[in-house]
C-alpha cells in the first residue's frame, strides 16, 4: 500500500534546521520527470525491484539496498525498469540543511546503503509521528531528521561524483 504523508508546517516550523515536507513509500513508483527540479531536498530508496535515475545527463540503475539524494531545482526524471519498483522518500528542507549535506555531497549523490536498517528505522520514526497528528511532531521530526541525516553519511557508499 503506498502511503504519502504531508505535515502542515507552520511559520515556526520553517524557523527549525530541520523539518519534514513529506515522507512516503510507493509499492509499484510511478514515473517522475521534474524539469524544474523541486523545491525542497529529496531522499529516495529503492526496496525491491530496479528504477532507472536520469541526472546531470547520467543515467544510473538503482537496485534494492540503493538510493539517491538532490538539492533543489534540480532536474531529475525517474522510473521503474524492473516491476514492481518499490520505494520509500523523504523531502525535507531548513536553514541548516544546505551546509550539513555538503559534508555529504555537492548538489546530487547516488549511493549503495550500507545499513539501511538504521536509516528505516528512522523513516519509520517519521512516518509514525506525522501520522500521529501530534502537536509538537514537525519539533519531534526535525530532530529524527537530523539523526538520519548524522547516520546516512556512514551508512552510504558512493562512487559517482
Known amino acids: 500500500m503506498d502511503v504519502l504523508l504531508f505535515p502542515i508546517i507552520s ?3 520553517k524557523k527549525l534546521p ?13 514515473r517522475i520527470l521534474r524539469t524544474m527540479g523541486t523545491d525542497e ?16 545527463k547520467k543515467e544510473f540503475f538503482i537496485k534494492k539496498g ?4 538532490f538539492d533543489p531545482h534540480i532536474m ?21 540543511v544546505k551546509n550539513f549535506l555538503k ?3 555537492t548538489d546530487w549523490k547516488v549511493f549503495q546503503l ?20 501530534s502537536k ?12 538520519f541525516l548524522l547516520n546516512l553519511k556512514d551508512s552510504i557508499q558512493c562512487d559517482n561524483n
Open 11 to 13: 511559520n515556526n516550523d
Open 18 to 30: 530541520f523539518y519534514v515536507k513529506s515522507i512516503g513509500s510507493h509499492d509499484s513508483q510511478n
Open 41 to 56: 531536498y529529496h531522499y529516495i530508496q529503492t526496496c525491491g525491484g530496479c528504477g532507472k535515475l536520469i541526472i546531470d
Open 66 to 69: 540503493m538510493g539517491f539524494m
Open 76 to 96: 531529475h526524471e525517474y522510473y521503474a525498469v524492473e516491476h514492481p519498483w518499490k520505494t520509500r522518500w523523504l523531502t525535507f528542507y531548513g536553514y541548516a
Open 103 to 105: 559534508l555529504i555531497y
Open 114 to 133: 550500507l545499513d539501511d536498517n538504521l536509516l528505516e528505522k528512522y523513516l519509520d520514526e517519521i512516518q509514525k509521528l506525522i501520522s500521529s497528528h
Open 136 to 147: 509538537h511532531n514537525n519539533t519531534m521530526c526535525s530532530g529524527i531528521l537530523y539523526k
